[in-house]
């Protein structure tokens, strides 16, 4: 069977990402990634050598890109006749614009969390309701927050089903690098509910889900409490049993070290991960526990490569290449070395 064909949209934060996890797939070819600026992602691509080629994203910024000495193979409209699915990580709002190219060529993509629900045909989390993307022509990704905080609920919902959760999110502020950011000093906070529990609900519609948002002055991940009210009755060791058992959740104990959000930054330096890159989210163990009926718990969330997998499995269910999502979850997982 021929590989699919893969073009990426934007070259940044998730774009360099998303083709690093696509060149992994040995069912799946790069054709190539599309940008508009000799950026520092852009740049790096030179100094590898190339390891595949860079489109102009608009007409014109072709020039910029070789007065910086990067060759240019071509427009954004001759990436989309090579491909049979784009992955836009493009910035927000940059993605919709971009759809119009996609309908017009007649290439199916895949959007980040970042664009508007609009955009696409189906909200798309790939162990979750992974089926409902099955041959659609455009689907959207939840956001990093989203994506981790449906792996931990889904392992509970779907053993004893959980009736109603309150999420709170401490999210870090901004990516590594991220100087336009100035915020410091300061713990920022938003209205209820936040927009990641009510993604939840458009994804797991029968969870009665609220939850709150703080801003914090860090960079290396979120952490994300939860309390959850089980429709049946599970203890603290089932639900570890569960955690561990569920796809791209890595249970940590603190006892071993891992006792904040840099220290798993810190583990997959040591792994030397690409990047330092993980795709799981990180759940401890000794922060699960009881209140009440209620479970308790908090995961980390690596924000710049957590929605990685569910991209690839978004081209996946789009070009219909697993019919279900364990098989998959499992051929992606497998590639990625999860």
């Given at each position: 069977m021929s590989k699919v064909k893969v073009g990426v949209a934007g070259y940044g934060v998730i774009g360099t990402r998303v083709a690093a996890g696509v060149v992994l797939q040995e069912d799946m070819e790069l054709v190539g990634v599309a940008d508009v600026a000799p950026t520092l992602p852009v740049r790096s691509l030179k100094e590898r050598g190339m390891p595949f080629p860079l489109f102009a994203a608009v007409p014109g910024s072709e020039t910029e890109l070789e007065e910086a000495g990067i060759p240019v193979a071509g427009s954004f409209e001759d990436l989309l006749g090579e491909v049979d699915i784009m992955l836009d990580a493009a910035p927000g709002g940059?993605?919709?614009?971009?759809?119009?190219?996609?309908?017009?060529?007649?290439?199916?993509?895949?959007?980040?969390?970042?664009?508007?629900?609009?955009?696409?045909?189906v909200f798309f989390h790939g162990t979750t309701n992974y089926e409902q993307g099955l041959g659609a022509d455009y689907l959207k990704l939840t956001s990093c927050n989203t994506t981790g905080l449906i792996r931990a609920v889904h392992a509970i919902h779907q053993t004893v089903g959980i009736a109603k959760a309150f999420v709170t999110i401490i999210r870090r502020?901004?990516?590594?690098?991220?100087?336009?950011?100035?915020?410091?000093?300061?713990?920022?906070?938003?209205?209820?509910?936040?927009?990641?529990?009510?993604?939840?609900?458009?994804?797991?519609?029968?969870?009665?889900?609220?939850?709150?948002?703080?801003?914090?002055?860090?960079?290396?991940?979120?952490?994300?409490?939860?309390?959850?009210?089980?429709?049946?009755?599970?203890s603290v060791a089932g639900a570890l049993e569960v955690f561990r058992a569920y796809p791209r959740i890595k249970v940590v104990r603190i006892a071993d070290g891992f006792n904040s959000n840099s220290s798993l930054f810190q583990w997959a330096r040591y792994l030397e991960n690409p990047r330092a890159d993980m795709y799981e989210i990180g759940l401890?163990?000794?922060?699960?526990?009881?209140?009440?009926?209620d479970l308790v718990f908090a995961?980390?969330?690596?924000?710049?490569?957590?929605?990685?997998?569910?991209?690839?499995?978004?081209?996946?269910?789009?070009?219909?290449?697993?019919?279900?999502?364990d098989t998959a979850v499992a051929a992606t997982d497998g590639y990625l070395g999860i």
């Open positions: 940059i993605g919709a614009r971009n759809k119009e190219h996609y309908v017009r060529a007649g290439v199916k993509a895949v959007f980040q969390g970042g664009e508007a629900a609009g955009v696409a045909d502020v901004a990516d590594p690098g991220d100087t336009h950011r100035g915020l410091t000093n300061v713990l920022q906070v938003e209205a209820i509910p936040n927009h990641q529990v009510v993604d939840l609900m458009h994804i797991i519609p029968e969870i009665d889900a609220t939850g709150m948002l703080i801003h914090t002055p860090v960079t290396h991940g979120h952490i994300i409490t939860l309390s959850v009210t089980p429709k049946r009755e599970m401890w163990e000794e922060m699960v526990g009881k209140s009440g009926d995961i980390n969330i690596p924000q710049e490569s957590v929605t990685i997998p569910e991209t690839i499995d978004a081209v996946r269910a789009a070009m219909e290449m697993q019919v279900t999502s």
